[in-house]
């Protein structure tokens, strides 16, 4: 009888370290499972504080490269000229020795400055002062845009970045100040295929307008 009592002992005890070690197998699957999400869990933050450092780096840099638009009295002009139709617009100051009697303002032409674009420089606008400050300031300008263009196709930053460009890529593929007959798309266009600007002319198509001649001789100017 002792036998058989301690057999019925010795499976009650092989039963429960059965019974236990699923136990402690399930419970260690799930202490695995639960540092597995843990693990998960922290790769996808610190993937997403790599891309948020990665964005933040990538906007410092848009703002870095924005920053001259608004601070160089040049390029704030250029934007100015194709921003308005009329009015008095301050001249660049490294602009004024070329104006005879030191104006500080231009009173702004539109049909001037459609005339200055014109991609072979003409000698009405060779000889005028205002037309010719026209023409320097817009290209500095657009060297500018061509500088952020190239960043961009780079991949260095991604037109994402750079939102606000995209008010004036929508005034160079069509400027409503343009002089008639109307000709919005033939101010700025012609100038930029015919000066080699491609990196602005992809910026001006990223941002969805098109840069397309609208005519075969749309470059012949006014």
Known sequence: MWIEIIKTLFAALAATATVYGAYLALRNWRLG???????????RIANTNAQNAERWKQAELASSYLAPLFTDDELIF???CIDWGTGRIPIPERHRPMFKDQAITIDHKPELLARAMVPRLQDDVRTSEQAMLYR?????????????GYRVSSGLIHIEDVPDLGYWMELLATWRYAPPPPREASVFLPFLRATGYQQTLRLIEAFGFNTAPVAPDDQAGP
């Open 33 to 43: 499972e639960e540092n597995r999400k843990i693990a998960l869990e922290n790769t």
């Open 78 to 80: 250029a934007l100015r």
């Open 136 to 148: 320097l300031a817009l290209d500095a300008l657009f060297t500018r845009f061509e500088w952020i």
